[in-house]
Nanobody
Framework: QVQLVESGGGLVQAGDSLRLSCAAS????????MGWVRQAPGKEREFVAS????????VYAAPVKGRFTISRDNVKNTVYLQMNSLKPDDTARYYC???????????WGQGTQVTVSS
């Protein structure tokens, strides 16, 4: 099992920046890919970005590419999501997640709320 704890959410205005953090503990070696998934009210969960502990390879969803940056600190076992040029459409609860290669997201944090006002 991997325990994931998110932090850094809040209320910001459109155009502002915010950085989310996800502290991982437990059997982190069992889940190489870490990611962020968001869910807006009344909508399904939506993939945002992911990164691997091993080589740092990243994947981004089209709506956030060029505005969001995912990174990781292998010493601190922490993954970050730097969000720039935020839009009201980015308003959602952001979840940190982990998975093994070729698997589905199966480890989840409790989420952190991001609200972007226009």
């Amino acid at each position: 099992q991997v325990q994931l704890v998110e932090s850094g959410g809040g209320l910001v205005q459109a155009g502002d920046s915010l950085r989310l953090s996800c502290a991982a503990s437990g059997r982190t070696f069992s889940r190489d890919r870490m990611g962020w998934v968001r869910q807006a009210p009344g909508k399904e969960r939506e993939f945002v970005a992911s990164i691997t502990w091993s080589d740092g390879s990243t994947v981004y969803a089209a709506p956030v590419k060029g505005r969001f940056t995912i990174s990781r600190d292998n010493v601190k076992n922490t993954v970050y999501l730097q969000m720039n040029s935020l839009k009201p459409d980015d308003t959602a609860r952001y979840y940190c997640a982990a998975k093994s290669y070729g698997s589905t997201w199966d480890q989840w944090g409790q989420g952190t709320q991001v609200t972007v006002s226009s």
